[in-house]
């Protein structure tokens, strides 16, 4: 085993990009490719997801590539192109990543908020825009 000064000595942000990174830092890294697309052969599991009613759903990588992919193209297909900014309003449910995955796929960037965070922060707005007094 290495000790920590050799391994920090040796340690290389580049070198550890070319080894498990499919993208390059001068070519450019696609975060859905990255994250979903490079796993999609066969039949490796993505994610395992309990919903609030205990619903179990099982959600392989090639479904949530082909599914994050439709949602690219139905973005293209609406003007949203690269530089834009999605903003998406979902709970954590498995639709959450082919959204994320869609988005970042086609190159926009995404703002995201769960539905109790956005509903505290815009609650948290409101009284701090509220006159002395009335809060």
């Known amino acids: 085993m290495r000790d920590y000064r050799a391994a920090y000595d040796e340690f290389s942000v580049p070198a550890l990009a070319r ?26 599991i993505a994610l395992n997801w309990i919903g609030q009613n205990l ?3 099982t959600v392989p990588f090639e479904a949530l590539r082909d599914q994050s992919q439709r949602f690219a193209r139905v973005l293209h297909a609406r003007g949203i192109g690269r530089g834009d900014v999605v903003s998406g309003l979902l709970p954590r449910i498995p639709e959450l990543l082919v959204v994320v995955l869609g988005t970042w ?14 509903q505290q922060r815009s609650q948290a707005e409101s009284r701090r825009r509220a006159p002395s007094g009335r809060r």
């Open 55 to 57: 619903v179990e759903e």
């Open 105 to 118: 796929g086609s190159a926009q960037s995404i703002s995201h908020s769960l539905p109790r965070s956005a």
């Open 19 to 44: 080894e498990v990174l499919s993208g390059s830092f001068n070519d450019g890294i696609n975060a859905a490719v990255e994250c979903c697309d490079r796993w999609a052969e066969g039949s490796r």
